[in-house]
């Protein structure tokens, strides 16, 4: 009986999976996001052009990458000084059209996610506010910060992560999902990007040194376009596996609620 009711979980799992169309999710974050992110990824870095690290060197670090892959990244960027003076007020109107975008897309995701219903057309002012705190957490992730070579970086930066993907699927979903349930989403996407950023150091790295001779820069392009797709996975597989956990606690919590 009890295998039974694995399985029937299990089976319910896994066509949750296929109702939220993970894979093309995840390809859709990866063209938009490269379209979206990257250039206001570099505009962001940009603006503290003096002390910045710039969005080559903010690339390397998320994605792990040995010096030699730095490298090859480095020169497909133009410096952060370079950037900023040549971004134009219909460049970043753009952009923000674009972010407004791709908040959209991720609200979909998770309102597929949790099974919610799109929000009102009057909802859209909680785009503009994930957008603005976005750029807030990408510059503060940009300019090099006091606590950089302190062994306490990589703690700090992840309390940080799960923060602001516990708020953004809040915030996204209207207040619809209470808090407690979307919390293992956001520990889950953290720690799957913990994971991803491991697997960019062992598989990634050589990869982009070894492409950039084979094809040039668009090879490193190629592996940078991969890296998103497998962050989209990350993202949305998170808070996917974030509801499952979610449930499964309130099954244990619950004896009603135990067989069936």
Known sequence: MRSAVRRARAGRRWGRVRE??????????????????????IVVSAADASGGRGFAQWLGDGLGVSASARVEIEQLFALPGQAWRSTTAFGLALLAVFGLSFAAMLQNGYERIW???PARWWARWRHVLWLAVLIGFLYLSAITPPWRDSPARGYVTFVIGILFFWWSQRLLLGG??????????????MIGLLGLRIFSRLVFSPLIASSA??????????VIQ??????????????????????ELLRRGNPAHRDG
């Open 115 to 117: 099974d919610i219903l």
């Open 213 to 222: 001779v084979t094809y040039g820069p668009f090879g490193t392009v190629l």
């Open 20 to 41: 939220v169309d993970l894979w093309q999710r995840a390809l859709g974050f990866a063209a938009l996001g490269f379209l979206t992110l990257v250039p206001l990824l």
């Open 226 to 247: 991969t890296w998103l797709v497998g962050v989209g996975v990350v993202v949305f597989g998170g808070a996917l596996a974030g509801r499952a956990l979610h449930e």
């Open 176 to 189: 619809r999902v209470p808090w407690t349930a979307l919390f293992p989403g956001a520990a889950a996407t």
